[in-house]
C-alpha cells in the first residue's frame, strides 16, 4: 500500500507540473473497459481500489497486441499537450528500434487522413514502476485519433494512470 500511494503521489505531483486539465484519462474500470474488444493477450487486474492493465506478448506472436481507446484531437488541434502514464516491465525484449517495446502512444489523424504518431521511447527489460511522459503538439488539422497500449515486441507490461492533458507553461 505505500508502494502504491507514493506512485499516485508522484503520479499528482507531475501531472500539476505538467498539465493542468485532463483532456483523456483512464483508471481501466469497468465502464472504461466495457466498450473495448480486449487483444487475447490483455487484462484488466485490480489491486484494492486501484486497476490495472497488463499485456503479456508471448514470443512469436502475431495478433493484435494493442488495447485502442478513441481520442476526439479535434477538440484540442495546435494546443500543446503532455501524454503521461506508469508502466512496469517484465522481460520486454528489446530490439535494434527505439519505439519497440511497452509503449503508450497517440495517434491523431489529420484532415487529410495522414496518422501522425507521438510516442515516448519504449520501455524494455524489466523495471518497476516508471512515469514516462511525451510532450507534443497536436497538428492543427487534428480530426480524430486514438490512445493505444501496447507492448510491441515480447513480455509483460502493467500501465496505470493514462492521461492526456494540456501543457501548463511555467508563468
Same mark, same amino acid.
Given at each position: ?5 507514493? +506512485? ?5 505531483? &507531475? ?7 485532463? @483532456?483523456?484519462?483512464?483508471?481501466? #474500470?469497468? $465502464?472504461?473497459?466495457?466498450? @473495448?474488444?480486449?487483444? #487475447?493477450?490483455? $487484462? ?8 490495472? @492493465?497488463? &499485456?503479456?506478448?508471448? $514470443? ?46 497517440? =495517434? ?7 496518422? =501522425?504518431?507521438? $510516442? ?5 527489460? #524489466?523495471?518497476?514502476?516508471? &512515469? ?11 480530426? #480524430?485519433?486514438?490512445?493505444? +497500449?501496447?507492448? +510491441? ?10 492521461? +492526456? ?7
Amino acid at each position: 500500500m505505500k508502494k502504491w500511494m507514493s +506512485l499516485i503521489f508522484a503520479s499528482v505531483a &507531475i501531472c500539476g507540473i505538467a498539465g493542468e486539465k485532463a @483532456l483523456f484519462e483512464c483508471g481501466f #474500470s469497468e $465502464q472504461e473497459m466495457e466498450k @473495448l474488444k480486449m487483444p #487475447s493477450v490483455a $487484462q484488466v487486474e485490480k489491486s484494492g481500489d486501484v486497476s490495472f @492493465l497488463t &499485456i503479456n506478448v508471448p $514470443q512469436d506472436y502475431r495478433k493484435n497486441k494493442r488495447v485502442t481507446f478513441p481520442c476526439d484531437f479535434a477538440k484540442f488541434a495546435g494546443k500543446d499537450v503532455v501524454l503521461s502514464y506508469q508502466v512496469k516491465c517484465s522481460n520486454v525484449v528489446a530490439t535494434d528500434k527505439k519505439s519497440e517495446g511497452a509503449v503508450v502512444m497517440a =495517434i491523431v489523424k489529420t484532415a487529410s487522413g495522414k496518422k =501522425i504518431y507521438f $510516442q515516448p521511447a519504449a520501455m524494455t527489460g #524489466s523495471c518497476e514502476w516508471q &512515469i514516462v511522459e511525451k510532450s507534443f503538439k497536436v497538428p492543427a488539422d487534428a480530426q #480524430s485519433g486514438e490512445i493505444a +497500449l501496447t507492448v +510491441l515486441t515480447s513480455g509483460k507490461a502493467t500501465f496505470a494512470n493514462v492521461k +492526456l492533458s494540456l501543457f501548463k507553461y511555467w508563468e
